[in-house]
């Protein structure tokens, strides 16, 4: 979610994460059952009590506009107490209890790290362990609703908010989403899924066209979004800014009635992002059911405007009627309704909460590149280099921007861009010298800053290992304009490995980044923005205390060229109205941009799917990972009929216990369609340790979407089956015949 000033703004793990009262909580109500409750309730509303619960107030604007106290935060809706409907108080969650620019002075909370690090796990597991831990913390601090569960599919190596996301493949985001937002609600409070649909790039967000055909759609994007609902059960779905072919997403008829409602059933409520609504009569009626944060939308639409419309019969009050009752039973299904907040603050238990953030940085940790075995280190002089490594590790901004516990040891404030309102460049204080001193206290480890490249260089020279520590910050509401690392950081690692053959590159960023470097640098390590705890996180990849097991969530491109789209679209247009802004502020503030499109020429084709139709060779591909052991795969089987499987052994062939993710790619023999990844599980043994794996094929990514029908279609033939590393492994390929069946939207 994220809220910008209008005009200028547009706009086992679970137990240490709940609190203790949850663990004896009864289970959500049955979706018929809360339903029928909500259905009641509605009855005995007035007009005026309905109007009131499906628009939202934007507290940091709100002020004297509610009967409660109104927390600094997200959002805001006063209850019914008459009838026991509870307040209900937002924020955004996707990585921790968000308090962006301290809206609330002092209030800190648990960062996991970036999702895209969470994504890298390939673990559901991982993924509710976080889910459950923010929830926790958001209800000790009094919030009952988390705007979290991200899943928009990346499309775009250069997307700003790709490191709020779970990568580019619909199963491996759907799956790990769902497991997310479970994790949230198994503390009796709601969770959205967001953001519907479409929403991949942040430049022009609040007005470009996302443009692509309907099959194409509900085979990538869609499909995401519809595993997760499934997986998770979350209480209400978010509809983004940008329009989807042709209607804004919050007021598009085909997402929100006919995808959503109609073909998926879904029983809960869709609220609005802060900022994308645009009519009364049409938004009700195409399918949105609140109106958040409304004073960052150009009128209060829900508000006195759908009571009028409601009055003269262009909204039926049957549609108001099922607005409410959706809303409701979100609340009722997920817990949240029967199952109030605190009423004073109370103090999560942050040093347990820490352990969790900790563990998915570990498992999401992707170790790129190990030329020699050069990791685990071995050296007695370690040099570490520049990227604020002293101090902390670096944090993505906007809407997810969480207060660390420990501070935030480096804050810059933004002077111009889209983000400058709500965000600023942190880090959290878990620095990775620290961490690797005390991992490593017979080596000397130095730290230089990288200010003075002859200092550094030199440096280098001395030492028997360097670490260079390069970021990239990324943010909410602003796109990179290229892949490379910035402030020069490529020239930087290019001169310490010339000085230094034995050079260690850890990339904190928000993304895949070109690596120039890539022939001279023995090993890589992508680190993500690794949260809480990401300096120990770090210090114990490094060091071998954790062996890495991270995958790539993401492809990594060997050239800007080879995505879609090398550049963000529409950047040259944003950045005419800024400099109009720059140049008259008050005339500036009120400029509207025109809606341009974005043509999704790869379709379902999505990432790695786009290499391998192009016949492109990536730098990285999905799936890419290594560790400290070796593993073997013998043995597959692999079994067709009603369903696809492959049962196959893995065994540990090193000498240190690690996770492996083993991999299942499907395509239909002669279709000449890429291969698209229909299962994978993360697997964890001991040296020389043997277990037996079944892999069963998601049915809908073996089917292709027919409109015709409408619904999935999986076609009888022959089905090639690669179980492998990643994404561009062919190394054990076998076939089996599957039969003709069909599957609803």
Same mark, same amino acid.
């Given at each position: 979610?994220?809220r910008?000033?209008?005009?200028t703004?547009?706009?086992t793990?679970?137990?240490?994460?709940?609190?203790?009262?949850m663990a004896q909580?009864p289970?959500?109500?049955?979706?018929?059952?809360?339903r029928?409750?909500?259905?009641?309730?509605?009855?005995?509303?007035?007009?005026?009590?309905?109007?009131?619960?499906?628009?939202?107030?934007?507290?940091?604007?709100a002020?004297?506009?509610s009967?409660?106290?109104?927390?600094?935060?997200?959002?805001?809706?006063?209850g019914?107490p008459?009838?026991?409907?509870?307040?209900?108080?937002? $924020?955004?969650?996707?990585?921790?209890?968000?308090?962006?620019v301290?809206?609330?002075?002092?209030?800190?909370?648990?960062?996991?790290?970036?999702?895209?690090?969470?994504?890298? $796990?390939?673990?559901?597991?991982?993924?509710?362990?976080?889910g459950?831990?923010?929830?926790?913390e958001?209800?000790?601090k009094?919030?009952?609703v988390?705007?979290?569960?991200?899943?928009?599919l990346?499309?775009?190596?250069?997307?700003?908010?790709?490191?709020?996301?779970?990568?580019?493949d619909?199963?491996?985001?759907g799956?790990?989403a769902?497991?997310h937002?479970a994790?949230?609600?198994?503390?009796?409070?709601?969770?959205?899924?967001?953001?519907?649909?479409?929403?991949?790039?942040?430049?022009?967000?609040m007005?470009?066209?996302a443009?692509?055909?309907?099959?194409?759609?509900?085979?990538?994007?869609?499909?995401?979004?519809?595993i997760? *609902?499934?997986?998770?059960?979350?209480?209400?779905?978010?509809?983004?800014?940008?329009?989807?072919?042709?209607?804004?997403?919050?007021?598009?008829?085909?997402?929100?009635?006919?995808?959503?409602?109609?073909?998926?059933?879904?029983?809960?409520?869709?609220?609005?992002?802060?900022?994308?609504?645009?009519?009364?009569?049409?938004?009700a009626?195409?399918?949105?059911?609140?109106? $958040?944060?409304?004073?960052?939308?150009?009128a209060?639409?829900?508000?006195?405007?759908?009571?009028?419309?409601?009055e003269?019969?262009?909204?039926?009050?049957?549609?108001?009627?099922?607005?409410?009752?959706?809303?409701?039973t979100?609340?009722i299904?997920?817990?949240?309704?029967?199952a109030?907040?605190?009423?004073?603050a109370?103090?999560?238990p942050?040093?347990?909460n820490a352990d969790?953030?900790?563990?998915?940085?570990?498992?999401g940790?992707?170790?790129l590149?190990?030329?020699?075995?050069?990791?685990?280190?071995?050296?007695?002089?370690?040099?570490?280099?520049?990227?604020g490594?002293?101090?902390?590790?670096?944090?993505?901004?906007?809407?997810?921007?969480?207060?660390?516990v420990?501070?935030?040891?480096?804050?810059?404030?933004?002077?111009y861009?889209?983000?400058a309102?709500f965000a600023?460049?942190?880090?959290?204080?878990?620095s990775?010298?620290?961490?690797?001193?005390?991992?490593l206290?017979?080596?000397?480890?130095?730290?230089?800053?990288?200010?003075n490249?002859?200092?550094?260089?030199?440096?280098?020279?001395?030492?028997?290992?360097?670490?260079?520590?390069?970021t990239?910050?990324t943010?909410?509401?602003?796109?990179?304009?290229?892949?490379?690392?910035?402030?020069?950081?490529d020239?930087l690692?290019?001169?310490?490995?010339?000085?230094?053959?034995?050079?260690?590159?850890?990339?904190?960023?928000?993304g895949?980044v070109?690596?120039?470097?890539?022939?001279?640098?023995?090993?890589?390590?992508?680190?993500?923005?690794?949260g809480?705890?990401?300096?120990?996180?770090?210090?114990?990849i490094?060091?071998g205390?954790?062996?890495?097991?991270?995958?790539?969530? *993401?492809?990594?491109?060997?050239?800007? $060229?080879?995505?879609p789209?090398?550049?963000?679209?529409?950047?040259?247009r944003?950045?005419?109205?800024?400099?109009?802004?720059?140049?008259?502020?008050?005339?500036g503030?009120?400029?509207?941009?025109?809606?341009?499109?974005?043509?999704?020429?790869?379709?379902?084709?999505v990432?790695?799917?786009? @290499?391998?139709?192009?016949?492109?060779?990536?730098?990285?591909?999905?799936?890419?990972?290594l560790?400290?052991?070796?593993?073997? @795969?013998?043995?597959?089987?692999?079994?067709?009929g009603r369903?696809?499987?492959?049962?196959f052994?893995?065994?540990?062939?090193?000498?240190?216990?690690?996770?492996?993710v083993?991999?299942?790619?499907?395509?239909?023999?002669?279709?000449?369609?890429?291969?698209?990844l229909a299962?994978?599980?993360?697997v964890t043994?001991?040296?020389?340790?043997?277990?037996?794996?079944?892999?069963?094929?998601?049915?809908r990514?073996?089917?292709?979407?027919?409109?015709?029908?409408?619904g999935?279609?999986?076609?009888?033939?022959t089905?090639?089956v690669?179980?492998?590393?990643?994404?561009?492994?062919?190394?054990?390929?076998?076939?089996?015949?599957l039969?003709?069946?069909?599957?609803?939207?």
């Amino acid at each position: 979610m994220r809220r910008i000033m209008r005009a200028t703004l547009g706009a086992t793990l679970l137990a240490t994460a709940g609190v203790a009262a949850m663990a004896q909580a009864p289970s959500p109500n049955e979706a018929g059952d809360a339903r029928a409750r909500a259905d009641a309730l509605v009855k005995r509303m007035t007009l005026d009590e309905k109007i009131a619960l499906v628009h939202g107030l934007f507290p940091p604007f709100a002020k004297g506009k509610s009967r409660n106290e109104l927390i600094p935060s997200a959002g805001h809706i006063d209850g019914i107490p008459r009838l026991g409907v509870p307040l209900v108080r937002e $924020s955004d969650a996707s990585l921790g209890v968000a308090n962006q620019v301290e809206q609330r002075a002092g209030d800190v909370a648990t960062a996991l790290p970036s999702s895209l690090a969470t994504a890298a $796990s390939f673990d559901p597991d991982i993924a509710r362990a976080g889910g459950a831990m923010i929830g926790a913390e958001a209800r000790a601090k009094r919030f009952n609703v988390l705007l979290a569960g991200g899943v928009n599919l990346t499309r775009d190596p250069w997307g700003g908010r790709n490191f709020e996301y779970l990568g580019e493949d619909p199963l491996l985001a759907g799956e790990l989403a769902g497991a997310h937002i479970a994790g949230v609600q198994s503390n009796r409070i709601a969770s959205t899924v967001k953001h519907f649909a479409l929403n991949a790039q942040e430049t022009g967000r609040m007005v470009y066209d996302a443009r692509i055909g309907e099959a194409d759609l509900r085979m990538s994007d869609l499909l995401a979004f519809q595993i997760a *609902i499934e997986k998770g059960r979350p209480a209400s779905v978010m509809c983004a800014y940008n329009k989807v072919g042709g209607d804004w997403a919050c007021e598009n008829d085909f997402l929100l009635n006919k995808v959503l409602k109609r073909d998926w059933a879904y029983p809960g409520w869709v609220m609005s992002d802060w900022g994308a609504v645009h009519s009364t009569v049409k938004a009700a009626n195409a399918g949105l059911d609140q109106q $958040s944060g409304q004073e960052l939308d150009k009128a209060l639409y829900f508000s006195a405007p759908l009571k009028a419309a409601v009055e003269k019969g262009q909204v039926p009050m049957a549609r108001l009627d099922d607005m409410v009752a959706r809303y409701l039973t979100g609340l009722i299904d997920s817990g949240a309704y029967d199952a109030p907040v605190p009423s004073t603050a109370q103090t999560p238990p942050y040093v347990r909460n820490a352990d969790v953030a900790q563990r998915a940085a570990e498992a999401g940790i992707v170790l790129l590149k190990n030329q020699a075995g050069l990791l685990p280190l071995k050296a007695k002089r370690i040099l570490v280099v520049g990227g604020g490594a002293d101090v902390g590790v670096l944090s993505g901004g906007g809407s997810s921007q969480v207060r660390s516990v420990g501070g935030a040891p480096i804050e810059i404030p933004l002077a111009y861009g889209g983000s400058a309102s709500f965000a600023r460049i942190t880090y959290h204080a878990s620095s990775p010298l620290a961490a690797l001193r005390k991992a490593l206290p017979g080596a000397q480890v130095t730290f230089v800053d990288s200010r003075n490249l002859n200092a550094t260089v030199a440096a280098a020279k001395a030492a028997d290992v360097a670490i260079v520590f390069a970021t990239q910050w990324t943010t909410e509401a602003d796109d990179v304009p290229n892949l490379r690392l910035p402030d020069h950081q490529d020239a930087l690692i290019s001169a310490v490995a010339a000085a230094q053959p034995r050079t260690v590159a850890v990339l904190e960023t928000g993304g895949p980044v070109l690596m120039p470097w890539i022939d001279a640098v023995p090993a890589v390590v992508q680190a993500w923005y690794p949260g809480q705890r990401g300096g120990e996180a770090i210090a114990n990849i490094l060091t071998g205390r954790v062996n890495p097991s991270g995958r790539l969530p *993401i492809t990594f491109p060997a050239t800007a $060229s080879q995505p879609p789209r090398p550049t963000p679209v529409g950047l040259d247009r944003m950045s005419a109205m800024e400099r109009q802004a720059a140049a008259d502020p008050a005339a500036g503030a009120g400029v509207a941009l025109d809606s341009f499109p974005v043509d999704y020429v790869e379709g379902a084709d999505v990432g790695y799917r786009w @290499y391998e139709k192009k016949a492109l060779k990536p730098l990285y591909p999905f799936g890419h990972g290594l560790g400290y052991t070796s593993f073997a @795969y013998r043995n597959p089987v692999v079994t067709g009929g009603r369903t696809l499987s492959v049962t196959f052994d893995v065994v540990n062939t090193g000498r240190v216990a690690g996770a492996d993710v083993p991999q299942m790619y499907v395509a239909r023999d002669g279709s000449g369609a890429p291969m698209r990844l229909a299962g994978f599980r993360r697997v964890t043994l001991k040296p020389g340790e043997v277990r037996r794996v079944t892999l069963t094929a998601e049915p809908r990514v073996v089917a292709d979407y027919d409109t015709a029908l409408p619904g999935w279609r999986i076609r009888a033939g022959t089905y090639r089956v690669a179980l492998a590393r990643d994404a561009a492994d062919r190394t054990i390929v076998r076939t089996a015949t599957l039969e003709a069946q069909t599957m609803r939207p």
